[in-house]
């Protein structure tokens, strides 16, 4: 793709209907529940992006067996029930988030000796409430850059193989709750179960309610007292087929689009039943004017009248992928957008309320940046070069702003590899612009 992408303003409101890939979040939670049932698992709907390559592979590399068939969106992946067929190997992250948390938690308790590489930018991501559990645990872990970060090498505790009586972990998950998704997609590799007890404040989200209800759907139920989570003893996957949902993160995008011009947008297959936190968002819509209408084929929104959309004060915690995307049609707003409680989004593939108001200012948009949130006052975008810092979700997001301003370039769309490949095709396609 090439080093910038200069998005085409619509002088027309949108009338779109388009499919997006699968959940990067459910892909990648379905990989490891697969790799850890007794047999195979036909997976439907996959994600193929940066992130579940880097997954897919670290598996290969680990001695699973993957039929992958991408055309057909499908991988067929066969378990070993709870085991790592082999004792000994290195993967590699990238960038990946769920795979390097994932990964580790499953590699520091198992049995064996283990090198876990990533990318620069995971490399400065948080990782040191994981890494303590698993010292705690009694794994073993060589620190080969920063201390409390990858690359590490690590020399599993092997509680496969010990774990009798319960396990019991204290976990923070005040930067991440995929410290806890991880530990609790491995737990049935505790023989005894595992109970974690979560220190932080903040003890649950919509991300861990995802990784509960999928471990549901294969036959492990995790009990949550409102501190403590408990997976029992005996606990086994099973399943043969699973089908996983469209990119709910990914659809907001072209629902955004929607309220910035006055359109509609339908995204085909996502329904209000499903998981994803980040159907949160077309609440935050319809406050700001929009119309929601659930349809046969998928959820649809239309946008107000140019000019009509509401501002909005709103605690984004439990869905704070849509706060860039937020932010992005925010000048259009009639009245000053307010963004509350997401100083962890930090922590993730950049600082995303850093990006946020660096690209606003240069777009001549008024801003204040909080230590948890942003403030962003009305305004019509200038001309400017939007710096995606290697977030894939930045760069999605800033497209929406450009469709109701000129000169909106954004620089390498093609961090978009990460969840979203072809994003930018479908927009030029959308659009008209080639």
């Known amino acids: 793709m090439e080093e910038a992408y200069e998005v085409k303003k619509l002088d027309q409101p949108v009338r779109w209907i388009v499919e997006v890939p699968g959940s990067k979040s459910i892909t990648n939670r379905a990989l490891l529940i697969a790799a850890l049932t007794g047999g ?124 009798r009586s319960e396990t019991v972990l204290e976990l923070d998950i005040s930067e991440s709750t995929q410290f806890l998704s991880a530990f609790l997609l491995i737990s049935p590799m505790f023989a005894g179960g595992l109970r974690i007890h979560i220190t932080s404040r903040k003890t649950d989200g919509s991300y861990i309610r995802i990784t509960r209800k999928m471990m549901e759907d294969f036959g492990v139920k995790v009990l949550f007292d409102g501190t403590d989570y408990v997976t029992e003893s005996g606990a086994v996957y099973e399943r043969a087929e699973y089908q996983i949902e469209p990119d709910v993160s990914a659809a907001c995008y072209f629902y955004g689009a929607a309220a910035v011009t006055g359109g509609y947008a339908k995204v085909r297959h996502v329904h209000s039943d499903g998981m994803q936190g980040d159907l949160k968002f077309l609440d935050v819509l319809r406050k700001m004017g929009c119309e929601i209408r659930e349809e046969a084929d998928g959820i649809a929104v239309s946008g107000p009248e140019p000019g009509h959309l509401h501002g909005i004060n709103v605690d984004m915690n439990d869905f704070s992928d849509q706060a860039l995307t937020l932010a992005a049609i925010a000048p259009y707003a009639g009245e000053p957008v307010e963004i509350r409680n997401i100083a962890h989004i930090r922590g993730q593939e950049s600082d995303r309320i850093h990006a946020i108001v660096s690209n606003l200012t240069l777009a001549g948009i008024a801003c204040e940046e909080y230590p948890d949130g942003v403030r962003i006052e009305p305004g019509q975008p200038g001309n400017c070069r939007i710096s995606t810092f290697e977030d894939h979700r930045v760069a999605m997001a800033f497209s929406v702003m450009g469709l109701g301003a000129e000169g909106i370039v954004i620089e390498n769309p093609g961090c978009c590899r990460k969840t979203f490949e072809n994003y930018f095709d479908i927009l030029d396609h959308l659009t008209g612009k080639r």
């Open 40 to 163: 195979k698992v036909e997976l439907n709907g996959v994600l193929f992006s940066d992130d579940s390559r880097y997954f897919l592979n670290a598996l290969k590399a680990l001695g699973f067996r993957a039929d992958i068939r991408e055309e057909q969106k499908q991988v067929l992946l066969t378990g070993c029930g709870g085991d790592i067929p082999r004792s000994e190997g290195e993967v590699y992250v990238g960038s990946a988030g769920t795979a390097a948390r994932f990964l580790t938690a499953m590699l520091g308790v198992a049995e064996g000796t283990y090198v876990i590489q990533a990318s620069p930018q995971m490399q400065k991501r948080p990782m040191r409430p994981l890494f303590e559990a698993l010292l705690s645990l009694g794994a073993e872990i060589e620190w080969m850059g920063e201390e409390w970060h990858l690359p590490v090498r690590i020399i599993g505790a092997g509680v496969t193989r010990t774990a």
